[in-house]
């Protein structure tokens, strides 16, 4: 619910988004995550908002129908251009994905195949790596990490359209339209309504 989200609001990148977020969450005090059967493997999504200053970095999986992990903020190295952003994004999202494919492993519930992180740059993804500025030595090691993964199929990066990819919710200052739908993916409301979670109840967080 809401007093949750506020609790995690530090992991916003600025007071502004901060702020936004808060505003947006008055109308959600009774809603929560809402888990539901799926037969769908854990998944995960990246995504970055580009600034000349520190970059926003935001990710999150989803499992049962909700989310089970999620995380966003800003940089502590500068990211040259918006591709730099996005690698840096993909790496941070990589390493929660290969922990909690470990976790899954774990619990007695191992993955049958590489989990799939989905990105919306596919430059992300070239074997080459070439940026036209010197600073880069942290992105390009980065960014080989990403190409071991997926060459030696720990994890997968499916394209997904920037107005598809829920991550951006945790990275970027997105309008009240695109702010409900993605909070009801994430949050599985659709669930929540169908089996009469109209308030509280079930298997929820609230």
Known sequence: GKGRAVRFMPMFANARRRYTLQVKLRHSNNIGLTYAYSPDAITGYANSEYSSGASSVGWHFQYSMAAV????????????SPLDANIMSTSEAAKEARYLTALIKYV???LDSPMQLFISDPAVLNHVYAPDHEKSRHTKRRHGWIQELEDNDNLTFPIV?????TA???TGEIKQGAFLRMRNAIMNIVSRVLIGHKERGGVTTT
């Open 69 to 80: 992990s999620w995380g966003s903020k800003k940089q502590k190295i500068i990211s040259r």
């Open 168 to 170: 951006q919710f945790f």
């Open 161 to 165: 359209s920037q107005t598809k990819n």
């Open 108 to 110: 007695g519930f191992p």
